[in-house]
């Protein structure tokens, strides 16, 4: 089971881009899927969750401009960042909740994919 991301890049500030996340191998079922980030030289951080049903929540920072959604079907997440500002600036990184169909289930982390905005 892998998580790979895709999207990530370069933009201006006021920009958008948009974050993909798919969930491959052999899995029995996924519960919440989560985008962490982690900006220059601090701490990984939570920006956004969505449950099973479809129920998101954001961190203050990005809460007006991130939008996230899952395809259940597809095992997959998206990001869709909008109003991007300088201070978005990280990697980013997703996150399952995942259960495998044989093992046991845990959390499972994409690679990261780098996000730069500039002024």
């Known amino acids: 089971v892998q998580l790979q991301a895709s999207g990530g890049g370069s933009a201006q500030a006021g920009g958008s881009l948009r974050l993909s996340c798919a969930a491959s191998g052999s899995i029995f079922s996924i519960n919440a899927m989560k985008w962490y980030r982690q900006p220059p030289g601090k701490q990984r951080e939570l920006v956004a969750a969505?449950?099973?049903?479809?129920?998101?929540n954001y961190a203050n920072s990005v809460k007006g401009r991130f939008t996230i959604s899952r395809d259940n079907a597809k095992n997959t997440v998206s990001l869709q960042m909008n109003s991007l500002k300088p201070e978005d600036t990280a990697v980013y990184y997703c996150?399952?909740?995942?259960?495998?169909?044989?093992?046991?289930?845990?959390?499972?982390w994409g690679q990261g994919t780098l996000v730069t905005v500039s002024s």
């Open positions: 996150n399952a909740d995942l259960r495998p169909s044989y093992g046991f289930r845990g959390d499972y």
């Open positions: 969505i449950t099973i049903g479809g129920s998101s």
